[in-house]
């Protein structure tokens, strides 16, 4: 009787612990959304993606590095997310919902510094628009990268180097992303 009764304790204290529900501008998440779960039931998972070069800082011989200022989108697609309006098929969200989401993680070939991930940043925003059933997300940032490129300066000021800007998923193989 005694390990009965400890046991409905512990199954109380469980359901006193849910999750309480986050919403931002008529978009809430579900009490069961879990953020380490990737979205959608279709694998890989779609996510576009749009870097445009605003400036270029510096380019150092020494380290063969270019310091870049990027502007950043990601678009994908989570159905998870509820509308609380019939009305509302467009939002921005607040940076605490953000913080509560799935989100793309990326890596950077060869990078060494990256200022303005993670909220430190001037720019950086999300926004929600639903389309029929489906959910779609558009994620915004401002970065500045600093990152490796194989330099030449041999033929300067006439010389030519072209920088990859390599991008891809860091917790996630081609199959699932």
């Known amino acids: 009787m005694l390990t009965y009764v400890a046991m409905l304790l512990l199954s109380a204290s469980r359901a006193s ?3 309480e529900i986050t919403c931002s501008n008529s978009i809430c998440l579900p009490a069961d959304y879990n953020k380490m ?3 959608g039931l279709i694998k890989p998972i779609q996510i576009d993606t749009n870097i445009h070069l605003m400036e270029i800082y510096e380019v ?4 063969h590095t270019i310091h870049i200022s990027t502007f950043m989108t990601f678009s994908w697609q989570d159905n ?10 467009r939002a921005d969200v607040d940076k605490h919902f ?8 990326f890596y950077i070939y060869k990078m060494k510094e990256m200022e303005g991930f993670n909220g430190v940043t001037t720019m950086r925003g999300l926004n929600v628009h639903k389309l029929g ?9 401002e970065a500045n990268v600093k990152f490796q490129c194989p330099l030449t300066f041999h033929e300067f000021p006439f010389e030519t180097n072209v920088c990859k800007f390599r991008l891809t998923s860091y917790n996630f ?5």
Request: net charge negative.
């Open 98 to 105: 953000i913080d509560n989401i799935w989100m793309p993680d």
């Open 17 to 19: 612990g849910t999750q």
């Open 37 to 39: 779960d990737l979205p």
């Open 60 to 63: 150092e011989e020494k380290d």
């Open 80 to 89: 998870r997310l509820n509308f609380t309006s019939n009305t509302v098929t």
């Open 173 to 177: 193989p081609k199959d699932q992303i």
């Open 133 to 141: 059933d489906n959910v779609k997300l558009l994620y915004s940032m």
